[in-house]
Every structure is written in C-alpha cells, then in structure tokens.
C-alpha cells in the first residue's frame, strides 16, 4: 500500500510524507518520490511531521496499519485533514476521542479498494511507467506461512508475490 501511496501522490503533485518501520526502507521510499521518510521505531512521526511542515499537519493520511500507528497517524492531520483507512495489518481495533475529531474538524474515510475505472486509470499510469509496480519478495507458495509472517511483522518493502 505504501510504495503505491506514494507514487500516485507524487503523481498528483503531492509533497508526499511517509513513515518506514527501519532504515533499510528509507531509501527506497525516497527513490519512489516520498519527499520525507521518517522511521516511525525511531521518531514519534506526529511531532516529526509537523516539525517538516512549518508546525502544520498534513492534510491527507493514508492508514494500512491499523491500531499500531492509528493514533499518530490521526495526530499527524492538519486541521480539517482526512484519515483513509484501508488496512488492519497490527489488528482491527482502535480507541478513538471524537472530542479530538470534531474539535480539528477531521474526517474519516474507509476505503476497500476502488472500482474498474479506478483500475483500468492505474494499469495505464503502469503502461506509462508514471506508476512502477514494487515487488518485495517472491516466495513458492508451499512457503505462504513464511510471506505472511514477512508482511504481518512488515519487513516488506512492496508486494509479497506467491507463485504454484
């Protein structure tokens, strides 16, 4: 989810944020367009943004993680941002204060995925090479516990493939 975040927002013309949960990730989040890349197990990258950003939060956030980095990534929002959530990778439950939602006017959106036009505008961004699909790691299927663990402890850097 984060390797594609961040090439569709550069595209759009974003300056683009994004966390990484180790150093190794650093680089290539930044060869994909990210314009800061903080190590959330080093930094807390709510104060790290708003550090970035002249004291301001970020207007839009995409979530995939879930109850691990909810909170910060809610915090990280400017006044009247938005939290797309689309992800539950640390688990399906988080504790939320509405005070603080209605007090920074934030907004909250689920999202599964979008629909075939959506679909057929990256496939041709992908044809254009605007967009680059990222490949982690491809494991034998026979080894789908192992690509699991890999994703669930987030040690990937884009797609798990697994192949018969």
Do not use: W
């Not at 974003?14 to 290539?28: L, M």
């Not at 959530?85 to 920074?104: E, I, Q």
């Amino acid at each position: 989810m984060g390797s594609a975040a961040i090439q569709i927002a550069k595209y759009l013309g974003a300056k683009v944020f994004t966390t990484v949960g180790s150093d190794e990730k650093i680089k290539p989040a930044k060869a994909l367009g990210a314009d800061e890349v903080i190590n959330y197990e080093k930094k807390d990258f709510s104060v790290e943004v708003k550090r970035l950003n002249r004291n301001r939060g970020v207007d839009v956030v995409f979530e995939h993680i879930g109850p691990a980095t909810f909170s910060k990534s809610l915090a990280s929002l400017a006044r009247k941002g938005r939290l797309v959530t689309c992800g539950v990778t640390s688990g399906p439950t988080v504790n939320l204060d509405l005070r603080f939602l209605f007090a920074r006017q934030l907004s909250l959106f689920g999202s599964y995925m979008g629909g075939l036009k959506e679909l057929r505008t990256v496939i041709r961004l992908v044809e254009k090479r605007k967009l680059k699909p990222v490949v982690d790691k491809v494991f034998p299927l026979r080894e789908a516990r192992e690509a699991q663990a890999r994703m669930v402890e987030r040690k990937n850097f884009g797609k798990i493939v697994l192949v018969p």
